[in-house]
């Protein structure tokens, strides 16, 4: 994670155009060449947190476990990881469709190869929709956001 001066008065200043790992270079590539999400979202796909005053709706994205798959003699080179994957709008049928697109997209991925990842497996499980308060006041924002789990294996190419 990267930090600021800022930092110690404002919290940490993410970089939006900033991937961590070669996973999340694929799923972020995956997410945009979507026709179906760019028409929802352009290309509003950010890596674990939507940027302060960033427009809506959105997707955001956090791997959340990574790990090699180990045998005896050393690692496989096959991953599984989770990841969750956000879906943001001011309306609830627009928050549902880009979250329905995005697992349609990663979904449809399974042993597919992108940016030198090959996706053996990927799926989807809890979906989960809400809608945010404003912090201190318990306001409600307007924003409202569906939260999807994945599950993957792959291995770098």
């Avoid at 599984?80 to 469709?97: I, M, Q, Y």
């Amino acid at each position: 994670m990267w930090f600021s001066v800022a930092w110690f008065l404002a919290g940490p200043v993410i970089p939006t155009n900033v991937v961590a790992s070669d996973l999340e270079q694929a799923i972020n590539e995956l997410l945009l060449s979507y026709p179906e999400l760019e028409t929802l979202i352009d290309d509003r796909v950010y890596p674990i947190v939507r940027p302060p005053r960033s427009a809506i709706p959105c997707l955001t994205y956090t791997v959340t476990r990574n790990e090699e798959e180990r045998i005896l003699a050393g690692g496989t080179g096959r991953h599984d990881a989770t990841f969750d994957l956000s879906a943001w709008a001011f309306e609830f049928p627009v928050a549902k469709a880009i979250g329905d697109a995005a697992i349609e997209r990663l979904v449809g991925a399974s042993r597919a190869e992108v940016s030198g990842v090959y996706f053996r497996r990927i799926a989807h499980g809890d979906v989960i929709d809400s809608h945010e308060f404003e912090p201190g006041t318990g306001r409600n924002t307007g924003v409202f956001h569906r939260s999807v789990d994945f599950r993957c294996n792959y291995r770098l190419v």
